[in-house]
């Protein structure tokens, strides 16, 4: 959380909306939908998702590693 002195969160909605917060439910559809994507990645198109998705957060690891 930002402190009051900077005008509080910069997630802020329009006057009257407030943010719609992340539910069990909703976290639970994208994890199905992740998995489901993985799992027909592994068994009709080998494309090695989960293989690019690991080297490329690496690189980024190293990338922000370099701004330490």
């Not at 439910?25 to 494309?47: N, Q, S, T, V, Y």
């Given at each position: 959380m930002s402190p009051a002195r900077w005008g509080g969160s910069c997630n802020k909605e329009p006057a009257g909306?407030?943010?719609?917060?992340?539910?069990n439910r909703i976290a639970f559809a994208l994890?199905?939908?992740?998995?489901?994507?993985l799992l027909a990645d592994h068994l009709w198109l080998h494309l090695d998702l989960a293989l690019q998705a690991g080297r490329r957060l690496a690189a980024l690891v190293e990338y922000l590693a370099f701004w330490r």
């Amino acid at each position: 959380m930002s402190p009051a002195r900077w005008g509080g969160s910069c997630n802020k909605e329009p006057a009257g909306r407030g943010a719609r917060p992340m539910t069990n439910r909703i976290a639970f559809a994208l994890a199905a939908m992740i998995a489901a994507l993985l799992l027909a990645d592994h068994l009709w198109l080998h494309l090695d998702l989960a293989l690019q998705a690991g080297r490329r957060l690496a690189a980024l690891v190293e990338y922000l590693a370099f701004w330490r």
